[in-house]
């Protein structure tokens, strides 16, 4: 077992806004100084920004026409209908592709009363992600004249002119970041284009699809209400592809939580049974550790087409022997995750890590894991991380990436060594011949020591406000928890409290590298609160012998009691200072 070092992690405190905007948002709300100040950071300085904020509904959703190529888009698939065209729905393998083609199945089936549809979905291994010139055959023997790229396309040029060849039109629904060049298509529905004047750039790709299903909607008098049992679909797209949960993602968020809770589809109801959680009290991280790793499986070990079913499906028993199957494979999974992570960490403790990136490499690794492993080594090392294998005949992999690094942007600049490349700024897929591998790692790192300076990066916790345990009831944590749902952009609010001590000196280790103690604050109050500190075994001597430390936490209310249980972030002796 490699030895599981807790990075000392930077506690910063986030600047107050200006004191006149929380004066005068005071006066109009009744909240703690701690909850005005947050509003305030979110941009919310008056009654009715708040209400919309903690209130969030589809109406505030952006006209869908301001996105570029919406009116042709939507031209087409209207006349595709009046001629009883055949549609295909291509999604990308993910959680994010899969989601959205569920999405257009279900909303051409179940509000347009429309079935001259299928969907495909790539296999991984042998097609690889985005449109394939082996389902675009698929496509024109079985008569699709219009084909509908979910979660991909953007970067599909020579496909996008071999679907045209086949009589194929094509319309794309994408949000990552365009190449030079787009592809010759009916419409390229991305936020990112560079022509694209839409007000929000950050939709899952899930979401580009439902601002379409939205346009669509308004053509056939549906109005945005009606489209919330869709919502569930993009709330999970949105949480599991880890975007920002601002603007559209977080009224999104808000109304498809709302649906899983009150409305589950019977694949959600079904999964929330394998987790062992209640539907009514499901949140964001549910998405993100519980849905979202069993949706992904599916694409990752066997085939993506797995989870469009799941979520399609209304049988009960075909739901729960699909649902099965899906769990063995999270199940295979996570086996291939700590194997592969274990692997990863022992070849580069070797080294010494004098670089500003980490990357590996094994030539026997499982494709459909890598990018998994590359978000555990920026955890460990907090560098951007690349893990690579191989696949019929070429190296390939994903990388992950820290906040200030732009992995798209070092890709771009190492473009002349790869073969291709895409994604997002903190998460990507690139592959490259093996004679090509030393210079790109050479051309990586150097670009990495670039972009990030001199010094290596520290992580750091940012913290919302210091607070006293005085101030930890109940009413404060349920005021709290209004501003979810928590993700990028609007995470769960860090506190920090000075001048610690372990309560009764009783400290206790479980899992791999987590702790449990009780905590006060004998400054300000007797009440002393449970803790856990996920991977900080080694601060256990420091939390012991320390005379009093300083701790960065989030806060909950934590079972069926609602007992207040805080969670460290980064714990320090009081007598080192914060920034």
Same mark, same amino acid.
């Given at each position: 077992?490699?030895?599981?070092?807790?990075?000392?992690?930077?506690?910063?405190?986030?600047?107050?806004?200006?004191?006149?905007?929380?004066?005068?948002?005071?006066?109009?709300?009744?909240?703690?100084?701690?909850?005005?100040?947050?509003?305030?950071?979110? /941009?919310?300085?008056?009654?009715?920004?708040?209400?919309?904020?903690?209130?969030?509904?589809?109406?505030? $959703?952006?006209?869908?026409?301001?996105?570029?190529?919406?009116?042709?888009?939507?031209?087409?698939?209207?006349?595709?209908?009046?001629?009883?065209?055949?549609?295909?729905?291509?999604?990308?393998?993910?959680?994010?592709? @899969?989601?959205?083609?569920?999405?257009?199945?279900?909303?051409?089936?179940?509000?347009?009363?429309?079935?001259?549809?299928?969907?495909?979905?790539?296999?991984?291994?042998?097609?690889?992600?985005?449109?394939?010139?082996?389902?675009?055959?698929?496509?024109?023997?079985?008569?699709?004249? =219009?084909?509908?790229?979910?979660?991909?396309? @953007?970067?599909?040029?020579?496909?996008?002119?071999?679907?045209?060849?086949?009589? =194929?039109?094509?319309?794309?629904?994408?949000?990552?970041?365009?190449?030079?060049?787009?592809?010759?298509?009916?419409?390229?529905?991305?936020?990112?284009?560079?022509?694209?004047?839409?007000?929000?750039?950050?939709?899952?790709?899930?979401?580009?699809?439902?601002?379409?299903?939205?346009?669509?909607?308004?053509?056939?008098?549906?109005?945005?209400?009606?489209?919330?049992?869709? @919502?569930?679909?993009?709330?999970?797209?949105?949480?599991?592809?880890?975007?920002?949960? @601002?603007? &559209?993602?977080?009224? $999104?968020?808000?109304?498809? $939580?709302?649906?899983?809770?009150?409305?589950?589809?019977?694949?959600?109801?079904?999964?929330?049974?394998? $987790?062992?959680?209640?539907?009514?009290?499901?949140?964001?991280?549910?998405?993100?550790?519980?849905?979202?790793?069993?949706?992904? #499986?599916?694409?990752?070990?066997?085939?993506?087409?797995?989870?469009?079913?799941?979520?399609?499906?209304?049988?009960?028993?075909?739901?729960?022997?699909?649902?099965?199957?899906?769990?063995?494979?999270?199940? &295979?999974?996570?086996?291939?995750?700590?194997?592969?992570?274990?692997?990863?960490?022992?070849?580069?403790?070797?080294?010494?890590?004098?670089?500003?990136?980490?990357?590996?490499?094994?030539?026997?690794?499982?494709?459909?894991?890598?990018?998994?492993?590359?978000?555990?080594?920026?955890?460990?090392?907090?560098?951007?991380?690349?893990?690579?294998?191989?696949?019929?005949?070429?190296?390939?992999?994903?990388?992950?990436?820290?906040?200030?690094?732009?992995?798209?942007?070092?890709?771009?600049?190492?473009?002349?060594? =790869?073969?291709?490349?895409?994604?997002? #700024?903190?998460?990507?897929?690139?592959?490259?011949?093996?004679?090509?591998?030393?210079?790109?790692?050479?051309?990586?790192?150097?670009?990495?020591?670039?972009?990030?300076?001199?010094?290596?990066?520290?992580?750091?916790?940012?913290?919302?406000?210091?607070?006293?345990?005085?101030?930890?009831?109940?009413?404060?944590?349920?005021?709290?928890?209004?501003?979810?749902?928590?993700?990028? /952009?609007?995470?769960?609010?860090?506190?920090?409290?000075?001048?610690?001590? =372990?309560?009764?000196?009783?400290?206790?280790?479980?899992?791999?590298?987590?702790?449990?103690?009780?905590?006060?604050?004998?400054?300000?109050?007797?009440?002393?609160?449970?803790?856990?500190?996920?991977?900080?075994?080694?601060?256990?001597?420091?939390?012991?012998?320390?005379?009093?430390?300083?701790?960065?936490?989030?806060?909950?209310?934590?079972?069926?009691?609602?007992?207040?249980?805080?969670?460290?972030?980064?714990?320090?002796?009081?007598?080192?200072?914060?920034?």
């Amino acid at each position: 077992m490699v030895e599981n070092i807790t990075l000392h992690r930077r506690i910063v405190l986030k600047p107050s806004p200006p004191q006149e905007l929380i004066r005068r948002l005071g006066q109009q709300l009744n909240i703690h100084p701690v909850f005005l100040r947050m509003l305030v950071r979110q /941009g919310v300085v008056s009654f009715e920004g708040a209400r919309d904020f903690f209130r969030p509904h589809l109406g505030l $959703l952006h006209d869908p026409y301001l996105m570029k190529d919406m009116e042709p888009a939507v031209g087409r698939i209207l006349s595709a209908i009046a001629n009883r065209e055949r549609i295909l729905f291509w999604g990308d393998y993910d959680v994010d592709g @899969t989601t959205a083609t569920a999405l257009m199945v279900s909303f051409f089936k179940d509000f347009l009363n429309y079935t001259e549809t299928g969907y495909y979905i790539p296999d991984r291994y042998n097609e690889g992600y985005g449109i394939s010139s082996t389902g675009l055959r698929f496509a024109a023997d079985n008569g699709f004249s =219009l084909l509908v790229a979910l979660d991909c396309g @953007t970067l599909a040029v020579a496909e996008a002119s071999e679907a045209q060849s086949l009589g =194929l039109d094509l319309i794309v629904c994408d949000h990552h970041r365009p190449g030079p060049v787009l592809p010759q298509a009916v419409a390229v529905l991305n936020p990112k284009r560079p022509d694209c004047s839409y007000p929000f750039r950050d939709l899952s790709g899930c979401g580009v699809a439902f601002k379409l299903v939205q346009a669509l909607a308004a053509a056939y008098g549906i109005s945005i209400e009606e489209l919330q049992p869709l @919502t569930d679909l993009v709330a999970i797209s949105t949480c599991a592809d880890i975007v920002d949960l @601002t603007d &559209e993602n977080r009224v $999104l968020v808000y109304t498809g $939580l709302q649906q899983i809770r009150q409305h589950p589809r019977p694949a959600v109801r079904l999964l929330a049974e394998i $987790l062992e959680k209640n539907p009514e009290e499901f949140t964001s991280e549910d998405i993100v550790f519980g849905l979202g790793p069993r949706l992904n #499986a599916a694409g990752r070990i066997e085939h993506g087409r797995l989870a469009v079913s799941l979520l399609l499906e209304n049988d009960e028993e075909h739901l729960r022997q699909i649902a099965a199957r899906l769990e063995n494979l999270n199940q &295979e999974r996570r086996q291939y995750d700590r194997q592969i992570t274990l692997e990863a960490y022992e070849d580069l403790l070797k080294q010494q890590i004098t670089k500003f990136s980490v990357i590996a490499y094994r030539p026997h690794w499982h494709k459909g894991v890598v990018g998994i492993v590359a978000a555990r080594l920026v955890e460990r090392f907090y560098l951007p991380a690349i893990v690579l294998t191989n696949s019929e005949g070429k190296i390939t992999g994903s990388a992950r990436s820290i906040p200030g690094f732009d992995l798209f942007e070092a890709l771009s600049r190492c473009a002349e060594h =790869l073969e291709n490349f895409g994604g997002h #700024a903190f998460a990507a897929g690139l592959t490259l011949s093996h004679d090509k591998l030393q210079a790109f790692m050479e051309t990586f790192d150097q670009i990495a020591s670039e972009m990030l300076g001199k010094s290596k990066p520290c992580p750091i916790v940012e913290v919302d406000d210091e607070i006293d345990f005085r101030t930890l009831t109940p009413a404060f944590v349920n005021l709290k928890n209004q501003f979810g749902p928590f993700g990028p /952009g609007n995470m769960d609010p860090v506190f920090l409290a000075r001048g610690l001590r =372990l309560y009764d000196n009783e400290i206790s280790e479980f899992g791999e590298g987590h702790l449990r103690f009780k905590v006060r604050q004998p400054a300000c109050c007797p009440t002393a609160f449970p803790v856990v500190a996920y991977k900080m075994a080694s601060l256990r001597q420091l939390i012991q012998q320390t005379e009093s430390f300083d701790m960065a936490f989030n806060v909950s209310l934590f079972g069926k009691n609602k007992i207040i249980e805080l969670e460290a972030k980064s714990i320090i002796p009081s007598a080192l200072e914060c920034q």
